[in-house]
């Protein structure tokens, strides 16, 4: 019996460290804007134990990354360490892709720098849709007291329609996440979504010409 635990633990022991990063290519993206741009996981695809894996995320426009990776229980842990000497005053989108040995199980997490990506079609972030039915807008208030859904409301000072969206409300400081605005003659002047950096989060205005191309890259 001591025998066979002892070789399930060092089985389980040997698995955890069998995965080995055998090569990485960092590349542009491509994409409309940084800003925009969603840190996902663009694509995997297995072969035997190997993991064929894209990325997309932002990161300073100067960068020399050194990557390395550790497996622990359920996940993968890519840490992209950034070695350049030099910092530019902007960011950049770039794609990176990984060949990982020693992968068996496809239900493994992505953590790139302590931060879970997720699997998405979509480059972008989630942008307002295109039109928004009357009946979406209900002005809500939950139990805490706090603004949820779509709420659409007129300055009267301007004449300008404003559309908010505040999700569940389940999010710190309840962040409005996107928001349209409409002059008096009812022409969409604004389009504006919530951007988190670390533990803030602001709202920027992405322009109408980019917001057009973001919906219909999203659309087809």
Same mark, same amino acid.
């Given at each position: 019996?001591?025998? %066979? ?7 389980? %022991? ?47 426009? &100067?960068?020399?990354?050194? =990557?390395?990776?550790? *497996? ?6 890519? &840490? ?7 910092? *530019? ?10 060949? $990982? ?27 307002? =849709? ?23 409301? +007129? ?12 999700? &569940? ?6 962040? $409005? ?14 389009? *504006? ?26 659309? +087809?």
């Amino acid at each position: 019996m001591k025998f %066979f635990l002892s070789l399930l633990f060092l089985l389980a %022991f040997a698995n955890c460290f069998s995965q080995k990063l055998v090569s990485s290519k960092l590349l542009p993206c491509h994409a409309i804007g940084e800003v925009t741009l969603r840190e996902r996981i663009a694509s995997q695809t297995f072969s035997h134990d190997t993991l064929y894996l894209e990325i997309n995320f932002t990161h300073n426009c &100067d960068i020399d990354l050194e =990557p390395s990776l550790h *497996a622990g229980n359920d996940s993968l842990f890519i &840490d992209l360490k950034n070695v350049s000497n030099i910092y *530019a005053a902007c960011n950049c989108c770039y794609s990176m892709v990984f060949t $990982i040995a020693g992968v068996t199980d496809s239900s493994y997490k992505i953590f790139v720098n302590d931060r879970e990506f997720h699997f998405s079609k979509s480059r972008y972030v989630d942008v307002p =849709p295109r039109n928004i039915p009357k009946e979406w807008c209900k002005n809500e208030i939950n139990s805490e007291g706090l603004k949820i859904g779509y709420w659409k409301t +007129r300055i009267k000072k301007t004449g300008n329609t404003h559309l908010f969206y505040y999700g &569940d409300g389940s999010k710190k400081d309840n962040p $409005i996440l996107w928001g349209k605005v409409y002059s008096k003659k009812g022409v969409l002047t604004s389009v *504006a979504i919530t951007i988190e950096e670390g533990s803030e989060s602001y709202l920027y205005d992405i322009g109408l010409r980019m917001y057009e191309q973001i919906l219909q890259e999203n659309e +087809r």
